[in-house]
Nanobody, 124 residues
C-alpha cells in the first residue's frame, strides 16, 4: 500500500525559506509515476504548486511558484523535496504531495495517492 508522508513545514517570516519532504513507502516508483505538490489555504480550493516525474526529469511549476520553488529528489531514499524560497504570506497553506500516473498533470483528480499534508505559515 502506498504511503506518503510530508514533513518540513513550519512558521517562517516573509522572505525566508523552507524545504518540504515527501517520503514514499510501500512501493518503489518507476519513471512512469508523477509526483505533484499541491497546497490548500483556508477557504480556498486545493491548487497545484509543482510537479515532475518521480524518478527525475523536467520539473514544471505553477506561475506562483516559478523562480521561487524547486523540486528535487533523492531516489535512494524514495523522497522528493520542495524547496521554497522568498516565501510570501500568500504562500501560507497546507502543502500536500501526491503521486499519480499522468506526468505533467496539474489536476488533483489525476493523482491517486496523497500524504496527510504539512502546514506552512508565512508571517509578514
Amino acid at each position: 500500500q502506498v504511503h506518503l508522508v510530508e514533513s518540513g513545514g513550519g512558521l517562517v517570516q516573509a522572505g525566508g525559506s523552507l524545504r518540504l519532504s515527501c517520503e514514499a513507502s510501500g512501493v518503489t516508483f518507476s519513471t512512469s509515476f508523477a509526483v505533484g505538490w499541491f497546497r490548500q489555504a483556508p477557504g480556498k480550493e486545493r491548487e497545484f504548486v509543482g510537479g515532475s516525474a518521480w524518478s527525475g526529469g523536467r520539473n514544471y511549476y505553477a506561475n506562483s511558484a516559478k523562480g521561487r520553488f524547486i523540486i528535487s529528489r533523492d531516489n535512494a531514499i524514495n523522497t522528493v523535496y520542495l524547496r521554497m524560497n522568498s516565501l510570501k504570506p500568500e504562500d501560507t497553506a497546507v502543502y500536500y504531495c501526491a503521486v499519480g500516473r499522468w506526468i505533467g498533470s496539474t489536476q488533483s483528480q489525476d493523482y491517486d495517492h496523497w500524504g496527510q499534508g504539512t502546514q506552512v505559515t508565512v508571517s509578514s
